[in-house]
């Protein structure tokens, strides 16, 4: 999920670069992305299909609930409430104006013209995009399914490339991530995660509220975090968002009010890991990570963004900044670890 945001006004430039209309094949070819407007049937079956990370399989009834703002009782029917929330999805998108078509042509171009030296072999180039009214998640709320970007209708009414570029840059990050298991592992280890080998178990008292991000549906890697104490072991941890509230609540209609970020202890069991909780009881689902392991985190992951819920968020971000680096484009003032990151994101992601 992301929220658009807007880095850098001189972007618009890019807006000036037009797809040839009648260009020859291998021009066309040679482009690193491809956009599909789908239209409000295709939509329809896009938003209710997870053919690469199994949304539909994971998903919570209390998320379904709290997107839908139902709340749950002891005597709902999940397998109805599934069904209500499939339909209520297929209900959230729209179909694109002329003035949207127009739009995302440009924007298509502009992405193409940033993209232009991406490794080959990382991209994923067919990507479609989807219209939504926005009742799920909110206004402003992108997120990825397969090789798919929804994106909020406000957004295209604002009608502006250049606010647009950003935020499309990071979603396609994700939709490479998901197809290309090789360049997820080698983004992610540029700050310190590694995939889980084995199950990973949450819980119930935690598990029932967890909120899947569908951006980063797989929660299935861990950080090594450590003390300045050398006395002090390891530990392995995982970020997971959740509810901060065990039901729907009038109160607070809005989705992202519910949504809370910690760090969770993972240690080896049978069947893989198991997520750890301050009480075993299931009576509370806070982490239980000493603060004195907060500062590891932070010095792996570095500090270009704030966006730090999962690890594909983190490198959605600094792909977006590594590809503005990249074309000649300064997004913000880096530390000099956080500099040193992007350095090295643009050496794995782009063709000398």
Not at 96 to 108: G, H, K, P
Not at 166 to 171: A, I, Q, R
Not at 183 to 201: M, N, P, T, W
Request: overall charge negative.
């Amino acid at each position: 999920m992301r929220l658009l945001f807007t880095l850098i006004p001189c972007l618009l430039l890019f807006t000036s670069c037009k797809r040839p209309q009648n260009g020859p094949t291998n021009q066309q070819d040679s482009r690193a992305v491809s956009f599909e407007l789908l239209d409000i049937e295709e939509a329809k079956k896009a938003i209710q299909t997870d053919t690469k990370e199994d949304y539909f399989e994971n998903v919570r009834p209390l998320e379904m609930s709290i997107q839908m703002g139902k709340e749950l009782t002891d005597d709902t029917d999940l397998v109805q409430l599934k069904k209500d929330y499939i339909k209520y999805l297929k209900e959230d998108v729209d179909s694109f104006s002329n003035e949207d078509i127009a739009l995302l042509q440009l924007v298509e171009d502009s992405i193409n013209v940033l993209l232009k030296d991406v490794n080959p072999k990382w991209m994923k180039k067919d990507i479609f995009l989807v219209k939504l009214k926005a009742k799920a998640y909110g206004e402003g709320v992108f997120y990825t399914r397969d090789n798919g970007i929804f994106i909020p209708y406000n957004e295209l009414d604002k009608g502006s490339v250049g606010a647009l570029l950003s935020v499309f840059l990071h979603e396609i990050y994700h939709i490479m991530s998901r197809y290309n298991e090789d360049f997820r592992r080698a983004s992610y280890g540029l700050i310190g995660f590694k995939a889980v080998e084995g199950r990973l178990d949450f819980p119930p008292a935690l598990d029932k509220r967890i909120l899947l991000n569908p951006d980063g549906v797989n929660m299935g890697y861990a950080i090594t975090l450590k003390t300045d104490n050398p006395e002090d072991k390891p530990i392995q941890a995982i970020p997971a968002i959740h509810t901060n509230s065990p039901n729907y609540n009038p109160n607070k209609p809005s989705f992202f009010s519910y949504i809370q970020f910690d760090l969770f202890q993972i240690n080896p069991a049978k069947t893989g890991y198991m997520v750890q909780i301050s009480d075993e009881k299931g009576v509370m689902e806070s982490p239980d990570i000493p603060d004195l392991y907060y500062p590891s985190f932070f010095d792996q992951i570095y500090d270009n963004t704030q966006y730090i819920i999962h690890p594909d968020e983190i490198m959605a971000d600094n792909f977006m900044f590594a590809t503005f680096a990249q074309n000649g484009l300064k997004a913000i003032d880096f530390s000099e670890k956080g500099s040193q990151l992007i350095d090295s994101f643009q050496n794995l992601i782009f063709v000398e």
